[in-house]
């Protein structure tokens, strides 16, 4: 008997460092996908609780060109990046731009689009998108964001800036009348608020803002700065998605313009 558990012993010994490895390897096929959850078309839950939109589909394809499982964690928009920091997610997709100010903390994939900023208005209102334009208005505008940045750099000094947990807060304080004007992404302005019964009598009211300063290189994954590797994966997945279709496959059931850019 006891031979029989010392040779039992042994052969575990043997077979540990493989179980080991096996779980480790198990491990490593999850990446947790971080996002609030708040920005549709792109990113947003449906009526059942599931997360859906561009960016969802989007991490799907990614994710299965990397032979890896991908699960969702929720997090409020300005606590993505501390989350991502403190390990609680692997990376970002939320539609987070790339900006010189976020490089210095995390590490960016290849953009997976872009597009231009703009301001939207009541029809007839007769703002115009500058300093004595918006000189005692309130602009809304997501908290922690771009467009958040670049609204108070240039115009905190004459107007007063609403910030809001989600986009949704914002369209609704503007339909409401308690915000003149709302600052954000231009498609998704145009396709979750203009395009709906919500938006009716809005309009977009100046030219689109591209200053790379703020509104960024484009739209991309952010990973913690060790997680190179990581990363790479990413860059080799979306070109991969880009080249066989898949991308505008997905783009295609959400835009009628190209929505990579440049």
């Not at 989007?58 to 890896?68: G, R, S, T, W, Y």
């Not at 953009?111 to 334009?133: C, E, H, L, M, W």
């Not at 302005?189 to 790379?212: M, P, R, W």
């Not at 994954?221 to 590797?229: S, T």
Request: proline letters at 2%; one cysteine or more; aromatic letters at 12%.
């Amino acid at each position: 008997m006891k031979k029989t558990i010392t040779l039992g012993l042994f052969i575990l010994s043997l077979l540990s460092p493989f179980v080991a490895s096996n779980a480790q390897a198990e491990e490593q096929q999850v990446v947790r996908l971080a996002s609030d959850f708040t920005y549709p078309p792109f990113n947003y839950k449906n009526a059942e609780g599931k997360p859906v939109g561009f960016d969802i589909e989007i991490a799907d394809a990614l994710c299965a060109e990397m032979k890896v499982k991908c699960v969702w964690v929720t997090q409020d928009w300005d606590g993505l990046i501390p989350a991502l920091l403190v390990r609680k997610a692997d990376a970002i997709m939320a539609s987070m731009r790339i900006t010189e100010d976020r490089k210095k903390k995390v590490l960016f994939t290849h953009k997976y689009y872009q597009t231009p900023a703009r301001f939207v208005a009541k029809g007839g209102a007769n703002i115009s998108a500058d300093k004595s334009g918006f000189k005692g208005k309130v602009i809304g505008v997501q908290r922690g964001t771009i467009h958040d940045s670049y609204v108070t750099d240039m115009f905190g000094a004459v107007a007063t800036i609403n910030r809001y947990t989600g986009q949704d807060e914002v369209y609704l304080d503007a339909v409401s009348g308690r915000v003149d004007v709302i600052f954000g992404n231009s498609d998704q302005l145009a396709l979750a608020f203009l395009e709906k019964d919500q938006g009716k009598g809005f309009e977009f009211i100046g030219e689109s803002v591209t200053d790379v300063a703020y509104i960024g290189e484009g739209t991309a994954l952010a990973l913690r700065k060790e997680d190179a590797a990581l990363a790479e994966q990413f860059n080799v997945a979306i070109a991969a998605i880009r080249a066989n279709g898949t991308y505008e496959k997905i783009a295609s059931n959400y835009f009628t313009f190209d929505i990579y850019g440049d």
